[in-house]
């Protein structure tokens, strides 16, 4: 079998909608070839323009571009459908590093990073790692809850610990992470790296906004270098306190911040390898395949859309909200205009401001920096995204949307719990609910509901429609019993930073 990576072309122009070119009729760019390993080297522009381009080292330690921007791939890694196909029946660690090494460049050898990825989906609590489980004639759900935290955000959080870990021996140098969570980033991350010695975490959450495991399963660890802070706001308030370190530069300077959170492109380039393994398994590339992804940060789903740009036969992508619809209410309407955050039945998805959609709308302008910087400039003093139309346009010929209120999340959890047994979580809910409302026309296309959450998780809710509250795994069995850590601080960039300051320090006093 030829190496993937050998073979992967890098492509930078796609359709706005994200076909690559090499998929439409007629296209005639210019690809070049890229060396092993898509060397070519791999570098990462942000989509503001105005920082710096990195190789994957720089953009997994910077998090944020010094510009505000995200970092995105100057490239895209395409493979060709015979590529695509000898992939099919891999063990995930290893499709993994196959699907992520392209992203690295030279800055990381194949060899490091499947050990890596190995070692990273070892501690699965399923041999499959992301199962795949049949809820009807045509919907699936894709769990990737069978992590230590038991979200999907350990599907990346655990190849990115070891990341962090590899580059800074190597270099001898000292990060400190700030990271937002509603709920689940927080807990994966803390898991990913607590009691590394390079490494300090702090992670800041939106006081009395989770539910009580996913609070637990952060405060309750009591290494030295993890730091929880309760934020009296919004998740949306603690992510502009993330945001705002970052833009402190002297600040930035002293502490090495780097991040977690899907800001950072190695998140999500961990996270496209799932959306291969589901569709791989059910026929792709001589099928196409359809996910449903419920939505609060816009990382996963922005996942799901690089698969589709790295060639990955997607037809449609439905995003499915809580009440916090800001999403849907653009999709259906090109109306994104921000509202207070409301607290839901699935409150990792209470979010109005959805980091990765720069991402989308840097492609969806032609990767036009100076317009993408301007529209997040206007979005961030007016409340309201302007998107052109035609940009709009295409992006709703793949992304569709739909908002699911709380009585709507416990009807969708029972449904399925008396349909088939299956206890879905209230996050994974909307996306079943979602994936069934918005399933393409084509019977023939597969529907993949993304299951993000354990539901032992979101026990009050599942019990509340289902009569049944499910167990922690017994690893967790004692959480409500163990001790917690939490400062409980106002949303004050100067009280947040000397927070942060104070615990590197106490960790590294040089
Ligand atoms: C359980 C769960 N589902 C869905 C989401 C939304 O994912 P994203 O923020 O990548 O859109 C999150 C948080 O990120 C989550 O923790
Ligand atoms: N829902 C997330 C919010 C942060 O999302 P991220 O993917 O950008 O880390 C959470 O549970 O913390």
Redesign the pocket.
Known sequence: MRSVAHSAECDAAAAPDGTPARHRAGARLPRRRAGPYCAGPMRYVSTRGKAAPRDFEGVLLAGLAEDGGLFVPESWPVLSPAEWRALRGLPYAELAARLVHPFCGASLSFAALSAMAREAYAGFGHAAVAPLVQLDHRTFALELFHGPTL?F?DMAMQLLGRLFDHVLARRGERITIV????????SAAIEACRDRAAVDVVILHPHGRTSEVQRRQMTTVLSPNVLNIAVEGS?DDC?DLVKAMFADAPFRREMRLAA????NWA?VAAQIPYYAYAALALGAPDREVAFSVPT??F??VLAAWAARRMGLPVARLVVGSNRNDILARWLAANDMSVRPVEPSLSP??D?QVS??FERLLFELLGRDAAATREAMRRFRAEGRMPVPDAAWRAATALFQGLALDDAGTLAEIRRLHAGSGYLADPHTAVGTAAARALAPEDPAVPVVAVATAHPAKFPDAVERATGRRPPLPPRLADLYERPERCRVLPPDLGAIEAAVRAHARRNDPA
């Open positions: 979200a955000k990271g937002a969570t509603s709920g689940d980033t927080g998740f992510q977690v959170n899907s800001i998140r609060g940060n990382g996963n990792s998805m979010i980091s990765n």
